[in-house]
């Protein structure tokens, strides 16, 4: 519930949230003031690797100019992750679901690193 109208709800808390705090387990291979990276627990590639920002960002549609560095930021992890983990020669796909259609299932903005394997097309072709 609102106090007043003008109050913005705060945004709930995820999994990702105990992640960076290292409350529960993960697969964390980077992490730093900004973000943290870890494997995705469920990979849809031999590297599925997920950055987040530490600060809680439900969906893109949150994001804000003030995000500008943060996201930048993201992009820089994820490329020197995909050097680490070897897959900056053959490529790889960046990637971020926002809400329902998006396909998001934590809501917890998150850029997903995928490589190791021909990707194939970016969507599953409906027609
Ligand atoms: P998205 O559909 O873009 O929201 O992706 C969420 C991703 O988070 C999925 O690929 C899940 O497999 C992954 N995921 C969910 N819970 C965990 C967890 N505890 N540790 C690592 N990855 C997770």
């Given at each position: ?29 980077y ?6 990276a ?13 950055i ?76």
């Amino acid at each position: 519930m609102l106090d007043s109208p003008d109050e913005t709800p705060m945004p709930t808390e995820t999994i990702f949230s105990k992640i960076i705090r290292r409350e529960i387990p993960a697969d964390i291979v980077y992490q730093d003031e900004q973000v943290t990276a870890f494997r995705d627990i469920n990979p849809q590639a031999p590297v599925h690797i997920l950055i987040v920002p530490n600060q809680l960002i439900p969906t893109a549609n949150d994001v804000t100019p003030d995000d500008e560095q943060l996201i930048g930021h993201m992009f820089v992890v994820a490329r020197t992750l995909a050097a680490q983990e070897g897959i900056a020669e053959n490529g790889y796909r960046l990637l971020v679901n926002c809400n329902r259609d998006g396909g998001q299932e934590v809501y917890h903005l998150h850029l997903h690193l995928l490589g190791g394997r021909r990707l194939g097309p970016m969507l599953v072709r409906q027609n």
